[in-house]
């Protein structure tokens, strides 16, 4: 603080007359006893807050005796400086003009006191302020509520200094668009009205097309320290693009983490990654595959300096319709040693290439098409990427701008690597399922019936549909297996999971079926061995898994039926399996209601036949859950479905395959489908003939002469020699060993069928005769007479058949 000094000794100031000039009275003792308006703007405080106290409470500072305006000590005018506190708390330093105020004595009564802000040092700071303000390197500017104007400092005006108020937009760099304009202004309105900072953010293209620039303005109240009234806003505007572009960046790749790999197909996971980075990063983008990838097998090496064959898998541009693509899609291109995709390819890492890249235009030049598209599209800056993961090199990915673009730089190299990797282990991943499901597919194929056997019982047709490339080979399985007399047997099955164990598996099942078909079991009775069969499958297999995290369990459904066109009697037992669909030849479907037993490998509980008697040309369906259960439907629905196709009337089986195929099932269905159709035929009463045979050996020529007849009314007497050889060793050795009732069968059918049926359930088998034997001959003579001979068990007993060709002619 100054020392007082006399006036005399005081430069001339006109602070009494001055806008800022606040004027007290102090008596001789410091108590102020008056106070004016321009104090209080000045100050703060009313007249009520100072009047009748001491004048020293008004110092920033406790030290009174330095205070010189206040030592009033005698009668002099006299001047100074001495720092106040304000009432809002904040020093301010004043100049002092204090006057005696005299009584008619000529002592003093008291002082009036004039002061203004410090001129040596406000009117200086005030221009510090306004110097700052100007000169900021950051953009500003003030609206004033009154004036409804603003004042921009000069990077916000452009560049030049600021002349005054102005009105629109405060920063047009920024604020380019009229509705962007508005908001903002709205804003300014709010943050005056409500008297409360708000910040404004604002993304537009910038000068280059593949970026955005962003900024953000801040906005706060500016109040009149004497009234706390609101007099205008102040705001600041920065540019925030480096921010905004790390964020975009970090956004870009947590999106990737979600959109690339989202199926197992090596084609839809490298169009994932074009689409993703167009036009975020890039203006084109192109994936090209080895081409041992593309089919699932391992990438083979070859001589680093050789050109390299590759496979376009996919492509995007920011141009509908990809005119830029040199290659389409599918299509193979040998890239020289030299260019930027090859460079990428043998040293795995990415690189930046463009105009200034020598080995660039001499690829874009050797290439007439590659040059033509490279001039029209104003591409001048690319990025190669090779595609890498669990060490190997599938492919590479290239990213390209146009003229309109800005370069690439090593930012966008970092997050070129990020995505190409993100998407080299999606590519692998599908890599790896397309050889397993291929191998898994061939197995299966394998597996499963190329051409079914002929018969006679029924009329087929079939569909297989492995699963979609979401999920792997499954475990269905169908079969049509010829039996004895004409029947048939009709087979489908489901083994849980998928892959090359269920497909293994499915296998194991298959053959376990024919051959227990092969033995004529009832149908309850094979699934009965077929689940011990499973038990010890599981059992097997848990020992093999016992070192290893996969478990050996094995779970199995299976609907095994027999059809016999003579009887025209379908039984039916099903292990866990959904129920077959009939179609009647009235044209009424139903759902054949059977007792489902447990599905096979679990052992311990009974499973049930169901008999069912059909009309000739009835037609079966069989299927697995794959055809009536999925995401999208339950099995009820898919159930009521499958019987409305069925009922649509169609010209053949094969016509019927296919419109429940559409009906029901999705382009990519979820689970392995299969469907087995069989239309029934009956063999009418000409076509068999049936005697009961007494248990006397005498009656053995007369069965002979009675199946001579029946062959000659057929028209088959060539077959006679052989079918009364037959009748007579088959006859006698049930009379012999079986049990009554016993009973001789001629079917005419494909075939000539022999069959003797008695009560007894010993099944009679070859053995060697020795040279003095007098019987076990038959039995030989008969296998070698016959193209098939064999035994089945009946509920009464059993029946011994024997078959042979129909005479040519």
């Avoid at 001339?12 to 007359?17: D, F, G, I, P, T």
């Avoid at 040998?334 to 290439?353: E, K, N």
Wanted: proline share 6%; glycine share 8%.
């Amino acid at each position: 603080m100054d020392i007082r000094r006399p006036i005399s000794e005081q430069p001339s100031r006109h602070c009494a007359y001055s806008t800022d000039a606040a004027t007290a009275t102090i008596s001789p003792r410091g108590i102020v006893t008056g106070w004016s308006e321009g104090a209080r703007r000045l100050l703060g405080y009313r007249a009520s807050d100072v009047v009748g106290h001491t004048a020293a409470g008004l110092l920033a500072t406790a030290d009174v005796s330095r205070a010189a305006g206040f030592s009033l000590i005698d009668a002099q005018e006299w001047s100074g400086t001495a720092a106040f506190r304000h009432r809002d708390g904040h020093r301010i330093d004043l100049a002092l003009h204090a006057y005696p105020s005299l009584d008619g004595n000529g002592e003093p009564q008291g002082f009036v006191v004039t002061a203004t802000a410090d001129a040596s040092e406000s009117d200086y700071d005030r221009r510090m302020v306004e110097w700052a303000y100007t000169q900021s390197s950051v953009a500003m500017s003030t609206f004033a509520v009154g004036a409804r104007g603003w004042r921009p400092n000069t990077v916000a005006s452009g560049g030049e200094p600021t002349a005054g108020e102005r009105r629109g937009s405060p920063y047009p760099d920024v604020l380019d668009e009229d509705h962007a304009v508005d908001g903002f202004l709205r804003l300014v309105e709010q943050v005056a009205g409500e008297a409360k900072p708000m910040r404004y953010e604002r993304c537009a293209p910038g000068p280059v097309s593949s970026r955005q620039h962003a900024w953000i303005i801040e906005l706060w109240p500016v109040r009149d320290p004497a009234t706390g009234q609101v007099c205008g806003v102040g705001t600041a505007a920065v540019d925030s693009s480096e921010e905004h572009w790390a964020r975009e960046r970090l956004a870009l790749l947590n999106e990737a983490g979600t959109r690339i790999g989202t199926t197992l197909d090596v084609a839809r996971t490298a169009q994932e990654l074009a689409d993703l980075a167009v036009p975020r990063l890039a203006d084109f983008v192109s994936v090209d595959l080895l081409d041992s990838v593309t089919r699932g097998q391992e990438p083979t090496a070859g001589p680093v300096d050789a050109s390299v064959i590759l496979r376009r898998v996919a492509h995007q541009s920011s141009h509908e319709g990809v005119p830029e693509a040199v290659v389409d899609l599918g299509a193979i291109d040998i890239y020289p040693p030299f260019s930027p995709p090859v460079r990428a390819l043998t040293t795995g890492q990415p690189l930046l290439s463009g105009l200034d890249d020598p080995d660039f235009i001499r690829w874009i030049t050797e290439d007439e098409m590659r040059s033509e598209r490279v001039r029209a599209y104003g591409f001048h800056s690319i990025m190669a990427t090779p595609l890498r993961a669990r060490g190997v090199t599938l492919g590479v990915a290239v990213f390209a701008r146009r003229e309109s673009s800005r370069p690439f730089e090593q930012d966008d190299l970092v997050l070129a690597e990020e995505l190409a990797g993100r998407a080299a282990v999606g590519v692998d991943n599908a890599r790896r399922y397309t050889r397993e499901r291929t191998h898994a597919l061939t197995l299966q194929r394998s597996l499963l019936p190329r051409d079914l056997p002929k018969q006679a019982a029924v009329e087929v047709a079939y569909r297989y549909l492995p699963a979609g490339r979401g999920a792997g080979v499954g475990g269905d399985w169908f079969d049509v297996v010829p039996l004895s007399g004409t029947r048939v047997a009709l087979v489908v099955g489901d083994v849980v999971g998928h892959g090359l164990h269920a497909s293994a598996t499915m296998g194991r099942l298959r053959t376990a079926v024919r051959t227990l078909a092969d033995v004529d079991l009832p149908p309850d009775e094979l699934l009965t061995h077929l689940d011990d069969l499973v038990i010890h499958l599981t059992s097997d297999d848990d020992s093999v898994c016992a070192d290893m995290t996969s478990s050996g369990q094995i779970g199995a459904t299976c609907l095994y039926a027999v059809y016999d066109p003579v009887s025209r009697i379908c039984t039916l037992a099903s292990a866990g399996h959904p129920p077959p669909a009939v179609l009647f030849p009235d044209g009424t479907v139903t759902v054949v209601r059977l007792s489902p037993g447990p599905l096979l490998g679990v052992g311990g509980l009974p499973f049930e036949a169901t008999e069912l008697e059909l009309p000739e040309s009835s037609l079966l369906a069989f299927y697995t859950d794959g055809l009536i259960a999925s995401r999208a439907q339950d099995i009820g629905l898919g159930l009521d479905r499958l019987c409305e196709s069925l009922a649509t009337p169609v010209p053949s089986l094969e016509t019927t395959c296919d419109a429940v195929l559409e009906a029901l099932l999705p382009d990519t269905p979820d689970d392995d489908v299969a469907l087995l159709l069989a239309r029934t035929r009956a063999l009418h009463t000409d076509q068999v003939a049936a005697w009961s045979v007494p248990s006397d050996p005498a009656i053995v020529a007369d069965a002979r002469a009675q199946a001579s007849r029946q062959l000659a009314i057929w028209g088959l007497e060539e077959a006679a020699y052989v079918t009364e050889l037959v009748v007579s060793e088959l006859v006698t050795n049930a009379i012999r060993y079986g049990e009554v009732p016993i009973g001789l069968r001629l079917i005419r059918d494909r075939t000539l069928i022999c069959e003797v049926s008695d009560a007894s359930s010993t099944a009679p088998h070859l053995r060697r005769a020795r040279i003095y034997d007098e019987g076990g001959r038959g039995l030989h003579m008969v296998a070698q007479l016959t193209q098939g001979w064999g035994t089945r068990q009946t509920p009464t007993g059993k029946t011994i058949w024997a078959e042979q060709p129909l005479p040519v002619g």
